[in-house]
């Protein structure tokens, strides 16, 4: 078989339409009822879209597992706006907001349509995949404010120096361990900038402890964590609120010159 170079389609033009069944979408807005978060009847057409999109590119880019109509409202698009409520308390419009990881684009898709007024960076390390982003973004209402980027958050300060250490917000969602994620995200916030990390059931057992350990160190302080269920059958996933306290230190020119030459002087004397 010919091994096909083409360039991956990601465009939307040519994508089917998919629809909600009535009952999943019944499911999404009690859900969205439970904890106090509006859902107008824009949304279902944009949600729709976001959707389909999602779909016809899967096969290609391996982006989700999660197919149904109902899981995707459930474990998407809802467990997404669990935390809008924190993103808009914790931010104002024109405000830099960061999904880390993006991957498929959530939370951070389903928060730019809740909150469209802010400017949103969906960063992943993966081109093809912040191709799509850039792609899927021009379906939701912050399709202006909203761009995709295809670096790590420590190159922050090489790869877009237009967000290092200036941004109000960052979120993850399903993206490694927490305490691997400080050095990328602390190249991102700004001072008094707010970390939301979202994590699964596991979290107390098997990140917590390193993880709390770390923010001091990191220069962050701890704000709260919460625990959400998504219905009644659903074990508790977590929130973890952290705030950047400073910029880290950086080591001058001279005080590495210094370092250097005395570890050769103690390499000699050991000679």
């Known amino acids: 078989m010919a091994h096909d170079d083409s360039p991956l389609d990601l465009s939307f033009e040519n994508v089917p339409r998919l629809a909600f069944p009535d009952d999943a979408w019944e499911w999404f807005t009690n859900a969205c009822r439970d ?4 859902v107008d009847d824009a949304k279902r057409p944009v949600l729709e879209a976001l959707y ?24 998407h698009v809802f467990d997404s706006l669990t935390i809008e409520n924190l993103v808009a308390a914790y931010t104002k419009p024109d405000d830099i907001v ?12 389903p928060l730019m349509t809740w909150l469209p007024d802010r400017r949103w960076a969906l960063v992943d390390s993966r081109p093809h995949k912040v191709e799509f982003l850039n792609e ?9 404010n909203a761009h995709g980027y295809a670096f790590r958050g420590r190159e922050a300060a090489s790869q877009a120096p237009e967000l290092f250490q200036k941004c109000q917000l960052v979120t993850a969602r399903a993206v490694g361990k927490g305490v691997e994620l ?15 990390l979202m994590k699964g059931p596991a979290w107390p057992e098997t990140e917590q402890k390193d ?13 709260e964590e919460q625990n959400i269920a998504l219905d009644e059958s659903d074990p508790d996933r977590w929130v973890i609120i952290t705030t950047k306290l400073k910029h880290p230190k ?22």
């Open 211 to 223: 993880f709390l350990r770390a923010l001091p160190s990191a220069g962050f302080d701890l704000i």
């Open 35 to 38: 904890i106090e978060l509006p």
């Open 98 to 109: 960061v999904d880390l990881g993006s991957g498929g684009g959530y939370p951070g898709l």
């Open 52 to 75: 389909s999109h999602l779909l016809f590119v899967n096969e290609s880019l391996n982006l989700t597992r999660i197919v149904t109509p109902l899981d995707y409202l459930k474990f």
């Open 136 to 144: 899927t973004l021009k379906l939701t209402p912050a399709a202006q």
């Open 250 to 271: 950086q080591k001058s020119a001279a005080s590495k010159g210094k370092f250097k030459a005395s570890e050769r002087r103690r390499k000699l004397q050991g000679n």
């Open 182 to 196: 400080l050095q990328d995200v602390t190249a991102l916030l700004d001072i008094n900038g707010i970390f939301i």
